[in-house]
C-alpha cells in the first residue's frame, strides 16, 4: 500500500473538498486517461486495487502512471467507545481528489486495450469518472 516515508504531523483535520483541480488535470506523460468528475477521498487501497486491474488488463505491456498519491491520514475510533477521549487512531490514508483530477495514465497499448483497462480500472474507485485522450499541440 502507498503511504508517506515520514510525516510532520501524525493527525490531520477532515478538510475541504470543494472546487475543481487546477493542477493534474490534463494528460501529461501517456497518450489515454483517467479523469474524475466528482470529488471524494481515494484511499491507498482503491488505488493498489486499480493499479493490479490496469496490469492484469494489458499483460503487463505498456507503462502505468498514477499521479495522485495518498499522504492524508485519516483516524477512525474503535467500535463501542464512548463520545470524547479525543481524536481516534490513524487507520489509513487517503488522496483527495477534486473534480477534473486525471489520476491514471496509460501508454505502450493500442486503444481497445487502454481503453479496457481504464474501463476495469474505474470499477474499483469511489468517483465517477472519465477516459480522457491526450491533447495533441
Not at 487512531?89 to 495514465?105: L, Q
Not at 483497462?117 to 468517483?127: E, M, N, Q, S
Amino acid at each position: 500500500m502507498l503511504q508517506p516515508k515520514k510525516q510532520k504531523y501524525r493527525k490531520q483535520f477532515r478538510g475541504k473538498m470543494g472546487g475543481v483541480a487546477t493542477a493534474n488535470n490534463e494528460v501529461m506523460y501517456g497518450d489515454y486517461g483517467l479523469k474524475s468528475l466528482d470529488s471524494n477521498w481515494v484511499s491507498s487501497r482503491h488505488i493498489e486495487a486499480a493499479r493490479k486491474t490496469m496490469a492484469c488488463a494489458t499483460k503487463r505491456k505498456g507503462k502505468v502512471w498514477i499521479k495522485i498519491f495518498p499522504d492524508k491520514p485519516y483516524t477512525q475510533k474503535p467500535n463501542n467507545s464512548k463520545m470524547g477521549q479525543g481524536k481516534g487512531d490513524v487507520e489509513g490514508f487517503v488522496a483527495v481528489v477534486k473534480p477534473g483530477t486525471v489520476m491514471f495514465e496509460i501508454a505502450g497499448v493500442n486503444e481497445d486495450l487502454a481503453m479496457k483497462a481504464l474501463r476495469l480500472a474505474a470499477y474499483k474507485l469511489p468517483v465517477k469518472t472519465k477516459i480522457v485522450k491526450k491533447l495533441e499541440i
